[in-house]
């Protein structure tokens, strides 16, 4: 998926993310650092397709699962809940320009 990303395949690299977390979800469970860390590639994957609405959710998803992993000052945690405050800033931008 990652080359795919990297070749602007943004379709085909989100459909194997899709499948993929599927599969890490039902070995690993739901609440595991590797299906965050899944969540965070494919809202990535939605991000630079321009479909910020739809990553939102995913990052929403992968720092409750942070949240429950790691303390509130650990560097997943951090990290997420930035990704998030950067998504949501682009959002805001993109309903500035819509609406214009």
Do not use: F
């Not at 990297?6 to 599969?23: D, G, N, P, T, V």
């Not at 609405?53 to 951090?78: F, G, M």
């Amino acid at each position: 998926a990652s080359l795919l990303t990297h070749l602007h395949r943004y379709s085909e690299a989100k459909s194997l993310l899709w499948e993929a977390l599927r599969i890490r979800e039902a070995a690993l469970g739901a609440c595991h650092p590797v299906v965050s860390t899944q969540y965070k590639k494919l809202a990535e994957v939605l991000r630079m397709q321009g479909l910020l609405s739809q990553a939102a959710p995913l990052l929403q998803k992968a720092l409750s699962i942070d949240q429950k992993l790691y303390p509130p000052t650990h560097a997943e945690v951090a990290s997420c809940e930035m990704s998030i405050a950067t998504l949501t800033e682009e959002i805001e931008k993109q309903n500035r320009r819509a609406s214009r």
